[in-house]
C-alpha cells in the first residue's frame, strides 16, 4: 500500500516515516504501533507495515526533501536516537513533497510557515487548486493508497448548509470559486473522497466532518474517519476518567493545563487556530462521566519545550460522605513520537476498511481521536474493545 | 439483610457504618457507592441500601461503642464533615462490637492496638475461640448476613498442604489446637462458610484464599470474595497501566511510593505484616500489560498524614523509535473515605449472589479486589464490565 | 496596642483574629508567626502579641458579628480544627464591623459581595464617607494603633500626577468629589496616614502607594508598608529562583498555574480586578535572575477548592553544556491560613516601627509582600535578613 | 592551572572535561559554572578557566581514552548536544588514565565495573601502592594543580583514633600494610596532600575527612574541600527548607525519594555503598530547622532512567492554627550535567585559596557540598553569601 500526508515536512509527519523506515530497516522496534498488537494479528495479510511509496503536500521548503526536514526538527528536538537518524538519510532523501494549499488556514499558519509556498499564492482559483491536488494525487496512487492530514490546526470556519449541506452545491462553490467557504483541510478531503482514497484527519480542523463529504465518501464507497488525533493529555483523561464512574465518585473540577514550544503551540498561540483544539479537548470528561464538571482546558505557547508537549492535570472529587479528594498527573512526552504511530495505524485501518468494502465514517476507528466522527464512545478502554471486535469481525468476513 | 464486620471498631469499619446512616437519615449522598449506579438498577430490591442490622468484632475497647470508637477516628482525621458526625451519634452508640480474635495477626497489630482483648488472650483453645465465634455469629445473623473482614494485615502464613488442603484436616487440627496454623481471618472465614453467611476478606491477609476454605464454600453454597480492597493506588494503576497496553507502550519501569501515618501505617511498618500488602500491589502491573517491567513499590509510614494515605507513582515509558517519555501521577485521598462504601458495595453483592445460588468463589466481584481470587482479570475497566454483565443476567434470571 | 482591619469580615481577617484569639487563650500555637522566632526576640516588649481591642470596616453584614462571619467561613473550608472554633465563640461575637467603603472596587467585589453596605451607596459625598471613616477609627484608636487592609483586590486605577502626587492636591480632589480618582483602599489609607496610625496594605490594591500617601506619610510621621501578601507560590518563587541564580542554571521558561475557589478567585475571575494581581505575581522571578525568561502567570477560578489555593510551577532550565532539566513543584495551602499570621506580623512590626521613630515606607517589611514599595529586593532570603538586621538595630537603639 | 581527577572516567568526570573543553572552543556556554557568575569577577586572574593540562586516575579501561570512555556514557545517555561532542573528538583523545585504586570501595564498586584494573591487583603492598600514586601526581603536577575525587561512593569506614587520629600513626600503617584501615579516597587525599596538591571530595566517601590528613593539610598548607558536591535534591532542599524556618512553619515530615539508573545507581543499590550517601542526603534539614522532622531520605536504582536522576518530595507542614498543607517538588535533572560544573569551580576555588595562603579545610566552599566538613550552615543561601564574602576579602588582600 501507499501513504499520502497533507503537511508531509511537518515534525509528525516526517517522524512517521522515518520510524517506519527505521522499523522497515529493522533499526527500530514496533513500540508505539497499536497496528502491530497480537490483537490485530493477521492485519499485515491486509495492510503490510511498509508502505510501498510515500509522498505528501507540503506548503514549505517545496525543493527541499523529507531527510533534510527531518533533520531541521531532529536537530531542534533531537527526539529519538542519533544513531537510528544517521542510517535513514538515503531512504528519505528520495520523498519530496508536492506544493499544496494554505488556504484560510489562518494568521498562525501564515505566519509561523513564511515563506509560505501554496497554490492559491499562485493566483490559480478554487478549481484549478483542486485540479493540481488531484493531479498530484491521481499519478501517485494505486489501488491500495491512504491519505492522512498532519497539517497544523485551522481555525474554524462557520458551517454554510447550501454549501457544505451536500456534495452537489459543494462542487458548484469550487466552481464558483467561493474561497471564503473553503480550507486547505476540506479541500485534502474532497479530492481523496473524489478519487476512492480512504482519507483520515488527525487534526481538529474541519477535513471530511462536513455532510457534503460524508454523502461523497458513502456515494463512492471510501471509508473516512477523524478528527484530531488523541496523543497525549487527552488520551489519558479518556482512560482515566471512567475510573471515577465506575466507583461514583464525583467530580468537582479538572483542570488540564498544556504547554507546548513546537509550531503546533505557535500557530495555537492564534486565538482563532486554538478554538477548535479547546473545544476537542474539553468536552470529552462530561461524555464519558455523563454530566458536565467545571473544566479548565488550556493550551499554551512555552518556547523552550520545543515538541516536548507537557500537561498537567487535577482532577477534584468527592466521595463518601462528600469528602473532598485530589488526583493529579503530569504528561511529559514528546508530540511527534506518541502522534507518529498512529498516522500509520490509521492508515493501516482504513486501508484494511476499504478492502473489506467499509465505506463512509468509521467510527470505529474511534480509539485514535480526541474528536471522533459519529460516535458518543469516548471512553478509551471501550473504544479499544469496539476497534478488536470491528478488526476480528472483518477479518473473518469473506 | 444485616452486616457482620471483623474488626469493626477500624477506621474503615466504623466510617462504613457512619456513612451508611449517614444516608439513610439523608444528611448524605450516595457517592463513592458503586452499588448504587445506574447500571445496577434493582440491586437495592435483593440487597436493600439500609441494613436491619450492624455488629462485628473487634479486639479492643469492647466496652465502648460503635459511635466513641469513631469519634476517636474523626478527631484524628476529621475526615468528613462535623455536621453529618453530629446526627449520628444515636444510632451508632447502640452498636457496640463483640471480642474477636487476634490469633498470628504478628507484632505490627499486638503492639499498635494494645491492650488487646482478644480471646485467645484468655487462654482459650482454638476450638472454644471457634465457637465463640460462632455463638456471636449464630446470636446475630438471619437469612441474609454478610460478614466482612475488615482488621488489619496479618502476616502471611506458611501453605500446609495437610492442614490447609482440605476442610477435614482443618477441622481437625482446630480440634487438635494447633494454633500456629491459624490466622484470626482464616477462623472468621471458616465460622461464617461453615454457617452459610458469605463472607469477602477486604484486607491481604489469607482469610478464605485456602482450599481447606474453598471447599466447605462448595460444599455450603456459600459465595465469598476477596482478597484485599482495591481503593487506592493499585486502582490507578490498573486504569491506567492498560493505556499503555493499548498503545503499544512499553513500560521500561513503574515506580510507586506509598505513604500513609494511619493504624495501617503503623502495622505495615513492621516488616511481616507488610510483606503481604506489598506483593498484593506489586504484581498488578505486570498481569495486565502481559510482561513484567521493573517496579518499585513500597509502603512507608508517614505519621502526620494519619489517613491521608498519598501515593506517588512514575512510569517510565518507552515510544516509537525507542524513545522514552515519563508519566506522573499523585493520589491524596482519605483511605477510609475510598474504601469505606466499597465494603457495603462488596456485602450487597455477596447477599444478591447466595439469593441468586452462587456460591463459591464470586471471581466477578474482582473489580473490588487488588488481589482477586481465581481470575487472571486485573484491568479495571475489563472487571467492571464483567461485574455488570454478571449483575445482568443474575438479575434476569429465574 | 489595637489592631483595625479593612475588610474585617472576610476569610483572612476572620482567621487572623480567630487564630489570635486562640493563641491568647493556650489552645493553639504560634505556628505561622514570624514575629515570634527567636529572631524577633524583645518584639514583644514594644508589640504584644495580644491585642487590646480589635475592629474593622466591612462592606456587607453590617449588622452580623465576627464569630457569625467567621463561621460562615469556617462551614465552607472547615480550614482548622473544629475544636479550637468552639471556643472561640464568646470572644468573637463581641467584635462588630463598621461599615466601609467599596469605592471602585469593581464589578468582582460589587457582584460576589452584594448585597454591598457600603458608604457610598449612602449618596454621600467624598468628603462625608472620609469623615465617617476617620470618625470610626478616632473613636477606636489608642497611641499603638495600626490598620491593615485585607480587603478584595480593587482593580488598578490610572495615576493621575495632578491629584495622586501631592497631598494637597488629593486633599483638594477629595473636598472637590471626584470620586473617579479614588478607591478604597487610598481612603483608607489617607484617614489613617492623617491621624498617625500605621497603615499596611496586604492587597495589590494601590493603598498608600501614591505619591501624595508617601508625602503625608513623611510629613505625619507615620510607618507604613505594603503591597500583597507574600503567602503562596510567590514565596516558593522568590525562595527557589535564587537557587538558579546561584548555580548559575539558565531559566528558560517558568510556568506558574494558580488556581482557588474562595472569594478571592471569584472577584479575580473578573478581569479588571485581576490585572493587578498578575502583575504583582509575574516580576519576581526576572527581579531575582537580572534577566526575564519567559514567564506564564495565570490565576484562575476553580470553585470547589473554595479557599484551598493550588499552584503548578514548572521551571525549564539549562544547565552545563546547554542541557534542558526540569523541575515542578505544587502548592497546596488554605489561602486564609497562610495568609492570616502575616496580618497579624506586619501589624506588629509597624507598630514596633512608630514607637522607635521609623516613618515613611518601611521596606525592611518587604519580606511580607509580593510587591514591596521602595526596593527591589525580592529574594525571601536577603529580605528575611534584612528583616533580621532592621529589627536588631532599632531594638537596641535609644 | 591544571586539573587531576580520581575517576576520570566516569560520567561526573569526563563530562566536566567535555564541558570545559567546549566553552573553551566557544561551541558551548558558561551555563552552570558558579565561578563564571559576576559575583567572582577576577577569580579567572588567579584560577583560569581554561586547564593547561588534565589527567587522572581510574581502575577500568586504562587503554583507553577519555573520548572513547565519554563517548560511552554519551551513547547510553544522549546527555547533551550531539553537534558539541562530534567537536571534542581531537581534544578528549589525548587525555588518558593512569591506573589507580579501588582499596576497600565495596561490592558495589568492584561488581559494577568489573573487569577491575587496580593497583591493588597487581599485589603490591600499601606503601607501593602509594608510592605509584604519587608518581603519577609528581610526574603531572605544577604550581597549580588540584585534584577532585569523582569517583564512586565507598562504604564508610570503622573510624579508628590510633590510626586516622594522626598523620604520624596513618603513615606508620601504611607501612605496615594495614589495608583493612584505609580506601581509595583516603590515599588520593594523603597524596595529594602530603604533596601539596589542593584536594577535595566530590563523594561521600571519607576522603580527607580524618584528624590525620587534616593535620597533614594544616602541617603543609594545604587546602582541601569536601563531601559529597551538592548537585540536585539536596541542593533543592537546603533552598527551601529555610523558607519553613522563615515563616515560622512546622515541618511536621519531609520525604525524599531518589531514583537513578546509573553506576552511582548500582553501586548505591549495594547496601555498604549507599549507607554513607544517605546519612549525607538525610540531615540537611534538621540543620535548617533546627528540629528533626520525620524524614525519609532514600534512594533506589530505576535502570531506565540512567543518569537521569529523579526525586520525588513531599514536604507536610503545619501553619497557623495547626493546620496541616501541603508541598511536593520534582526533580528531573541529568545528574552529570549538574554535576560537572562544580568540579570544576571547586578546582579553581580551591587554586585561588591556596595562591592566597589558605590552608586546611575551606569551609567557605560549603556551598559546593551535601556535608560540608566543620561547619554547621547547610543553608543554600547563607553558603552562597559566605562564598562571595569570601572570595571578596582574599580577592582584596595582598
Given amino acids: 500500500m501507499k501513504l499520502w500526508l497533507f503537511g508531509i515536512y511537518g515534525i509528525v509527519g516526517t517522524t512517521a516515516i522515518a520510524g517506519n523506515k527505521a522499523i522497515e530497516k529493522g533499526i527500530s522496534e514496533k513500540t508505539g504501533l497499536v497496528s502491530e498488537l497480537p490483537d490485530f494479528e493477521g492485519l499485515a495479510n491486509f495492510s503490510p507495515l511498509s ?6 503536500h507540503d506548503i514549505r521548503n517545496i525543493e527541499s526533501n523529507l531527510y533534510e526536514e527531518l533533520f531541521k526538527h531532529w536537530e531542534e528536538n533531537q527526539h529519538f536516537d542519533y544513531r537510528i537518524l544517521k542510517q535513514l538519510k538515503e531512504d528519505l532523501e528520495k ?14 499558519v501564515l505566519e509561523e510557515l513564511k515563506p509560505i509556498e501554496s497554490l492559491e499564492n499562485e493566483n490559480l482559483s478554487l478549481e484549478e487548486i483542486v485540479d493540481k491536488l488531484e493531479k498530484d494525487l491521481l499519478e501517485f496512487k494505486d489501488e491500495e493508497t491512504v491519505a492522512i492530514n498532519v497539517a497544523s490546526t485551522e481555525p474554524t470556519i462557520e458551517y454554510d448548509e447550501n454549501i457544505h449541506g451536500n456534495i452537489e452545491n459543494f462542487e458548484k462553490a469550487i466552481k464558483e470559486n467561493k474561497k471564503e467557504k473553503f480550507t486547505a483541510s476540506m479541500l485534502y478531503a474532497y479530492v481523496c473522497l473524489k478519487n476512492k482514497i480512504p482519507y483520515a484527519n488527525f487534526t481538529p480542523s474541519i477535513g471530511s466532518n462536513i455532510q457534503a463529504l460524508k454523502q461523497l465518501a458513502e456515494e463512492n464507497n471510501v471509508p473516512h474517519a477523524g478528527n484530531d488525533g488523541k496523543t497525549g493529555e487527552t488520551l489519558v483523561k479518556t482512560t482515566l476518567a471512567p475510573m471515577f464512574a465506575y466507583r461514583n465518585l464525583k467530580v468537582l473540577g479538572w483542570m488540564g493545563y498544556n504547554i507546548l514550544g513546537d509550531l503546533d503551540g505557535k500557530v495555537l498561540a492564534h486565538k482563532e487556530n486554538k478554538e477548535s483544539k479547546i473545544v476537542s479537548k474539553d468536552k470529552v470528561i462530561g461524555k464519558i462521566l455523563g454530566y458536565y464538571p467545571y473544566t479548565i482546558t488550556e493550551i499554551n ?15 477534584h472529587y468527592e466521595g463518601f460522605l462528600g469528602t473532598k479528594m485530589k488526583f493529579y498527573f503530569t504528561w511529559d512526552a514528546i508530540d511527534a513520537i506518541v502522534a507518529a504511530p498512529l498516522v500509520i495505524d490509521i492508515a493501516r485501518f482504513l486501508n484494511f476498511a476499504k478492502k473489506k468494502g467499509q465505506k463512509g465514517v468509521i467510527k470505529e476507528l474511534a480509539f485514535f481521536f480526541k474528536s471522533p466522527m459519529e460516535t458518543d464512545i469516548y471512553n478509551t478502554h471501550t473504544q479499544y474493545q469496539m476497534l478488536v471486535e470491528w478488526f476480528n469481525k472483518l477479518k473473518n468476513e469473506g
Avoid at 505557547?301 to 487535577?314: G, H, Q, W
Fill in 301 to 315: 505557547f512555552f518556547p523552550s519545550l520545543k515538541d516536548n508537549k507537557t500537561a498537567f492535570d487535577f482532577i
Fill in 51 to 56: 508502505f510501498d511509496e510515500i509522498g505528501g
Fill in 95 to 108: 520523498i519530496k513533497a508536492k506544493k499544496g494549499t494554505a488556504l484560510n488556514c489562518g494568521e498562525g
